[in-house]
């Protein structure tokens, strides 16, 4: 932030995308229980801005709907977007503490607030109830005092009470810390706020490394940071709502089933812990976030980014610096493609044993492909694994693999709300990247077709009456990158 700009948060994104034609804005009555859901699925192209619930209440969902709507919030494009995180993962800026914060104008304590009359929706059919998707969890470890930021499904439970689903990752291994000690774990939450947040806390890096020192970096300014009211935690002075409350030890109740990250519902159902609360702050004129899972959907985004960025990161120096061009977390965020230019015979698949293995669990099926192929056109690669593999030698399978804790279609080990849980399974590389420019030779036969004159466009031959027709054509189909150039 400089002397004369505001902070960046929700609002300053609503107006963002307002401004970029990206934002819909959603009138009339809906109700958050039986009708959100379905409004939010429907919309993959645009975010919503809900200005009629319940109790007077606004939310704002599907903000990034997709990679387009992160790159405009990352100041980048949908292809630069990657390697522009990937460099700010290296530009940590730390917090700042502020005396007085707009997320704290209204205070209310036990009993004064109901989480039951917030707009918390409900996603799926087969939901096991409200889950607030759009909570950042902020916790310590009681030893150091660092802190940690991440993302944790939240199903309210009643007025003061919600499940809260732990991977056995950064916020699991702080809550073991207090399970030991028999003690709750203080937690504050907090709701709303710029989409840089969400990317910060979906960032897995070392453990101690604090996320706010992630977001300072993806936003250039230093997050504004004020102290809780009752609990020795710090939140961003920015946000929308704050709440602020514990996690009992070695207590679990049932929790989920939850549509999920990749299109399922049944994964991490069962004996969760769960958050007790006792006090709320918020804006005077609070606007509530929604966020919902599912496979390509809001909370997909927010994986696939700092996980794409993550793993950039890691490639950009395998053997002392390959010719890497993007990486892309595929749907359902268990496969991932890389796209780069090989330097020597075999490297495609040196980078690719890297991907398996990065700071992120859930990659299981890694791809790499050429320049030429268009990674965020999914027949493009569809189209490379069938011209460009030969099985027996580009397709390496890993068996006996720790893998993510939610991928159904493995072995599940141990139980969620549990620190063995996990699943056992493999993961297997593909290479379809074509032989590198120094063989000439065999890297002609891969040589894409071009028609004549590529750069002629349908739009200056067409009848008059014909051009809506024209504009309505979706800018990107096979080889449209290739056309034009
Ligand atoms: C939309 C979304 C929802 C998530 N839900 C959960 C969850 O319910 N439980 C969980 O343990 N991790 C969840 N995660 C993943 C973690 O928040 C994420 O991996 C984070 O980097 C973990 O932080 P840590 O490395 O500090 O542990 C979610 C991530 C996203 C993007
Ligand atoms: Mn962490």
Not at 81 to 94: D, E, F, R, S, T
Not at 196 to 220: P, R, V
Not at 314 to 339: A, E
Not at 428 to 456: C, H, S, W, Y
């Amino acid at each position: 932030m400089t002397a004369s700009s505001r902070p960046q948060d929700m609002r300053s994104w609503i107006a963002q995308l307002e401004a970029a034609g990206e934002l819909i804005r959603i009138d009339k009555p809906v109700d958050p229980l039986t009708e959100m859901g379905s409004l939010l699925y429907q919309s993959r192209e645009k975010a919503l801005f809900f200005e009629n619930l319940p109790h007077g209440w606004r939310s704002l969902g599907q903000a990034p709907a997709n990679v387009r709507h992160a790159a405009l919030a990352f100041g980048a494009t949908e292809e630069t977007v990657v390697p522009k995180v990937a460099n700010l993962l290296g530009k940590l800026i730390k917090p700042v503490m502020v005396d007085s914060a707009p997320v704290q104008e209204l205070e209310f304590a036990k009993g004064e607030f109901d989480l039951t009359q917030l707009p918390v929706h409900i996603a799926g059919e087969k939901d096991g109830g409200p889950v607030l998707g759009c909570g950042l969890v902020v916790t310590k470890d009681p030893d150091t005092g660092q802190r940690n930021v991440s993302f944790h499904r939240l199903q309210i439970k009643g007025p003061n009470k919600s499940g809260i689903l732990l991977y056995p990752r950064h916020t699991w291994k702080n809550y073991e810390k207090y399970q030991a000690r028999n003690e709750p774990m203080p937690v504050a939450i907090f709701i709303g706020h710029h989409p840089l947040y969400y990317a910060a806390a979906a960032t897995t890096a070392a453990y101690g490394l604090d996320e706010f020192d992630i977001a300072g970096g993806y936003l250039g300014e230093a997050v504004r940071l004020v102290k809780c009211k009752t609990v020795d935690l710090e939140v961003p002075a920015d946000a929308e709502i704050v709440l602020e409350g514990h996690i009992p030890p070695h207590y679990r109740e049932d929790e989920g089933p939850f549509s999920e990250f990749q299109d399922y519902y049944v994964t991490g159902t069962g004996k969760n812990p769960i958050v007790e609360y006792q006090y709320m702050t918020r804006r005077r004129d609070a606007i509530f976030k929604n966020l919902q899972n599912g496979s390509e959907m809001e909370g997909c985004v927010f994986h696939k980014i700092p996980m794409s960025a993550a793993i950039f990161r890691r490639l950009k120096d395998v053997g002392g610096g390959p010719n890497l061009h993007n990486v892309m977390v595929l749907p359902g965020i268990f496969g991932l493609v890389v796209q780069m230019t090989s330097r020597a015979y075999g490297e495609g698949k040196n980078l690719l044993l890297a991907a398996l293995s990065s700071e992120y669990q859930h990659i299981k099926i890694a791809i790499a492909v050429d320049a030429d192929v268009d990674i965020f056109n999914p027949l493009e690669l569809l189209w490379a694994m069938n011209t460009r593999v030969d099985p027996a030698k580009d397709v390496v399978i890993i068996p006996g693999t720790h893998n993510h804790a939610m991928d159904a279609s493995l072995e599940e080990l141990g139980a969620p709300g549990t620190g063995l849980w996990q699943r056992f399974g493999s993961k297997m590389l593909i290479d379809a990247t074509i032989p590198p420019p120094g063989d000439v030779k065999a890297r002609a036969a891969f040589e894409r077709i071009r028609p004549r004159n590529p750069q002629l466009r349908l739009e200056d031959f067409a009848a008059a009456d014909s051009l809506d027709l024209v504009r309505s054509l979706s800018p990107r189909f096979f080889g449209s990158k290739l056309i034009g150039k």
